[in-house]
């Protein structure tokens, strides 16, 4: 179906549905100021670093523990250096709780403040989900639900699935010492690659009343459409009953649909997909952000491809405007395509001379964005008044201009230079209460994150 005509027919459906909450309701790019950025604790060696890590992360309100003056309330559990492939390092991805220093605004990460430690990495997945190793994909959300009391919900998966769906979830207690691990648990029948890349708290008055109570968002997105051609996004709650009891481990408790994409393994074309969608697009974490004003997102950062055309092979040494596509799966799938969606011109199909061995999908240009979705979308959803694959981004924001954008110069061939730079933003926390948004930055001290932080300007509590 032409790009005009499948616009027209996703317009005609939404026809049907009732319209989404009025727009003065809905948080704005201008709601978002930034504030500026700390460093994460100096630490050890692996796996007890930040390096290589950053990929997963979740505020705890500060409770009774009254920060330093320097300190903002609350804290992070960050995760640390991703586990490695062929059991080199079956120990990563362990979690440690650091303060949160006012943030600065600064040329060189030299120059930010510093977090500290207030409990040390600790390996709370203590050698569960076995053979989840191969470029982790990991999410942690802090829900301090009256059923279960505190506990840091756990996801975690990798960038190539079994074939049979490992079991993804768990919980851990925030007492990093005693973490008291529960689990394992699928999430209901969906694919390995739909669930486990982030996870964050739903406001209770919405899950209670449109999701039966299920208070966690669980999604992911994998590049190639293998998730769906956009982010994905489930409701799910790992426990039976209103004593908190969790779910047998194994089990899949009962997850609703809230946003997913067609998969590129369900059909050759760009449909049922999100606006704007690029198979190389990026999205590390999220946030479901309600104000006390009652401004309302639910909002994914990542590094979207937003280039001309976009391939499956290689960065071209001639340049980010030329493609170069793996020639030997031509003909087998759509290995270019325009912005648009549609075929490359048949000039582009040739493997170009002296590419490097890092293979994947590339793009022009990735750019860092914050992207918003409406909420009562996801309501219409979960009622059956629309399909998962409707709900599209009412604003984006670009959050490139804030960034450090690897000034170490890592691993240039994997990570790509300049306009084809990617794998950019790590992982999002939220702060409820005070309405703030961290966002971690991958590689942008040396191989340690840096945590962005932005206050949200609508009527949040003072």
């Not at 003056?69 to 709780?97: C, I, K, T, W």
């Not at 280039?307 to 040494?317: L, M, R």
Request: proline fraction near 9%.
């Amino acid at each position: 179906m032409p790009l005009l005509n499948r616009h027209a027919a996703a317009l005609a459906l939404l026809l049907l549905v009732p319209a989404t909450a009025d727009a003065q309701d809905r948080l704005q790019p201008d709601d978002f100021t930034y504030l500026g950025a700390f460093r994460l604790p100096n630490d050890g060696e692996r796996p007890k670093t930040f390096a290589w890590g950053g990929n997963a992360m979740t505020f705890r309100p500060a409770g009774g523990r009254a920060p330093v003056p320097s300190d903002l309330p609350g804290s992070l559990f960050v995760m640390g250096h991703d586990r490695m492939a062929y059991g080199a390092l079956p120990d990563g991805n362990q979690v440690a709780e650091i303060t949160i220093p006012r943030p600065a605004r600064a040329a060189t990460p030299q120059d930010l403040p510093t977090a500290s430690f207030l409990q040390p990495f600790s390996d709370v997945a203590a050698g569960r989900f076995p053979g989840l190793d191969e470029l982790p994909r990991v999410g942690m959300a802090y829900l301090d639900a009256p059923e279960t009391g505190p506990k840091i919900h756990l996801a975690f998966g990798q960038h190539f699935q079994p074939e049979t769906p490992a079991p993804s979830h768990a919980w851990v207690n925030p007492d990093l010492s005693q973490p008291g691990f529960t689990g394992t648990w699928h999430v209901g029948d969906r694919s390995g690659y739909a669930g486990n890349g982030y996870m964050f708290e739903i406001p209770a008055g919405f899950a209670g009343q449109h999701l039966g109570g299920r208070a966690l968002a669980t999604g992911r997105f994998r590049d190639g459409g293998w998730s769906g051609m956009g982010p994905s996004l489930y409701a799910y709650r790992p426990w039976t009953d209103a004593a908190g009891t969790p779910a047998k481990p194994g089990a899949r408790p009962e997850q609703i649909a809230l946003l997913h994409y067609a998969t590129s393994r369900e059909t050759g074309r760009i449909e049922r997909a999100m606006s704007g969608y690029q198979h190389p697009d990026e999205w590390g974490g999220g946030a479901w952000i309600e104000t006390a004003s009652g401004k309302t997102a639910v909002l994914f950062a990542g590094t979207k491809a937003v280039g001309g055309k976009y391939w499956y092979g290689f960065a071209n040494p001639a340049g980010s405007g030329q493609v170069c596509v793996a020639g030997e799966f031509v003909g087998q799938f759509a290995v270019c395509r325009l912005a648009d969606g549609s075929a490359c011109p048949a000039r582009d199909l040739t493997e170009c001379s002296g590419h490097n061995d890092f293979r994947g999908w590339w793009s022009n240009e990735w750019q860092a964005q914050f992207i918003l979705y409406d909420p009562s979308d996801f309501a219409d959803v979960a009622a059956g008044r629309m399909q998962p694959w409707q709900p599209q981004p009412y604003a984006s924001l670009s959050i490139h201009r804030h960034l450090m954008l690897n000034p170490a110069g890592i691993e240039p061939e994997t990570l790509g230079t300049g306009a084809q730079r990617h794998y950019i933003i790590g992982a999002v926390a939220y702060d409820r209460d005070a309405g703030r948004l961290f966002v971690s930055e991958l590689f942008a001290d040396d191989n340690k994150p840096v945590i962005h932080v932005w206050q949200l300007h609508s009527g949040t509590r003072p």
